[in-house]
């Protein structure tokens, strides 16, 4: 087989690089591990800035997410018993739109499948040849027997523990990483939220997010020891440790029910430079990880995506090398910036093992100046509705 352009993943970095490219009358492959089923059945953060939107909307499977999808204005910082909002629209005039990846991914497969472009799904072993020259070839199994796609360029769409940044040489990539020692143990539960908007507390029992997919969907989370089981925690456990976490007017508002998933999830800052390898490029959780504190992991694979899909577009449009040459440095210094605001985050929000009274008392000032400065907040307001292109 031949194409112009094979996307390893199906995630929603390669699924909305593939949707561009084909309405752009780019020809793409994309290969996915999995099946379609699993890879919807994966539960991920739900917070779309505005350059996202406009970029789901330039891929044309923008219409449910602004139907469905809750426009937020800001959100609540919630400390020393206090709530206090950071109202983006009123410091940036701009605002998010609190939308879950599973439904952005669903809406990009059934693009996709409407376009009529070709997924392979369940393709094992998939492996990478010949990158650094001008024929580079992608290889698989599937059904028991070998396949070869050749094509021009590669885009390594395969998430962290995917196979593309991994066949980049050790002396051509440079790792940066921190691992934090703790963890998010999340819940899912058909009850309304706590909250109009999502409300990030620091509690000395460690940190709480109250997030929510819909009017009728909360998401809730509390910081967790790396140690702890899912097992361990029954919902009424959950609830009970949340509400210590929340102030009076959160807990008389929450309302408990059953959650339908639950699951930990371990908080890492990465970043792997450079974004290019010949005819390959990362995109996305393959390139770069971020705690969710900041809501940016499905924002950066899309701020990738558009920067992608412009350097492959110059190159058969317009004959122009510039974008792909570009490409890495240009992903990378955005990345950066959502690394920097979303381990800021993490950092003024959680409760580290170990910290000082002296680290303590600087996690304590940061937040009361954060909500004292119209400065401050404008910060926190830019970085979380998204930084420009
Ligand atoms: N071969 C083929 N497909 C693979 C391989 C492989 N060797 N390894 C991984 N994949 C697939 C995975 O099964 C997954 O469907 O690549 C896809 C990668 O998708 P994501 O992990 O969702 O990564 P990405 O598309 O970059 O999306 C980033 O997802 O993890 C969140 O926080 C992250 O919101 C961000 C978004
Ligand atoms: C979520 O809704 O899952 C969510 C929202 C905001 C975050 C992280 C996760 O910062």
Known sequence: MRTQVAIIGAGPAGLLLGQLLTRHGIDNVILERQTGDYVLGRIRAGVVEQGTADLLDEAGVGARMHAEGLAHDGIELAFAGERHRIDFHTLIGRRVIVYGQTEITRDLMEGRAAAGAQTI?????????????????????????DHEIECDFIAGCDGYHGVSRKSIPDSVLKHYERVYPFGWLGILVDRPPVSDELIYANHERGFALCSMRSQTRSRLYIQCSLDDKVEDWSDARFYEELKRRLDSAAVARLQEGPSFEKSIAPLRSFVAEPMRHGRLFLAGDAAHIVPPTGAKGLNLAASDVRYLWQALTDFYKRKSSAGIDGYSAAALARVWKAERFSWWMTSMLHRFPGSSDFDQKMQETELAYLVSSQAAMTSLAENYVGLPY
């Open 121 to 145: 799904y369940e393709a094992e072993d998939v492996s990478l040849h010949d990158v650094t020259g001008d024929r580079p070839r992608v290889r698989y199994h599937k059904d028991g027997a």
